[in-house]
């Protein structure tokens, strides 16, 4: 199996079944979390664009001569977009000094569930992303679906703070 194939299914997570989109969004949630415990935001925005770069490249690897292909076992993007839901509460909980080890559960439900959403929703740029049928349109209507995803987190996360007020 070749390194391009391996990092496009992130280790096995593509291949999980049904939804292996899910699985792979789950997959990156966890692995998102340990990055975060370990290395707090600034590990998980590295780790983010590390991913997207590997995404972009795995992609077109495995994608070449197979125009308009987006097999479901391909997750790298997925992993990609989920992380860029992730930074947005791992920066908030950064920024206001919060420990590494205490990412409170709203923060990455609600990343993990408004991801899901829109990579399936497919709304406005997500969709226009996806239409190109190319292997970059692959990883972009993932990245758009991620932050989206965490803005809404962010929205989610102040209209909650407000109610508790």
Known sequence: MTASRI???FFGAG???PAPGTWGSAAAVGVGLILHRIGHFPLL???TVAITAIGFWACRRELAGK???DPSEIVID???GQWIALLFPSFGFWYIGLESN???YPGWVAAFLLFRLFDVWKPWLV???DARGDADGVMIDDLWAGLFAGVGTMVFAALA???IM
């Open 45 to 47: 925005a590295v780790a």
């Open 78 to 80: 997925e992993v990609a």
């Open 7 to 9: 990092l496009s299914i």
């Open 102 to 104: 205490n990412f409170p």
């Open 15 to 17: 291949l999980l079944r």
């Open 161 to 163: 703070h407000l109610v």
């Open 67 to 69: 125009p308009g292909q």
């Open 127 to 129: 969709g226009r992303a």
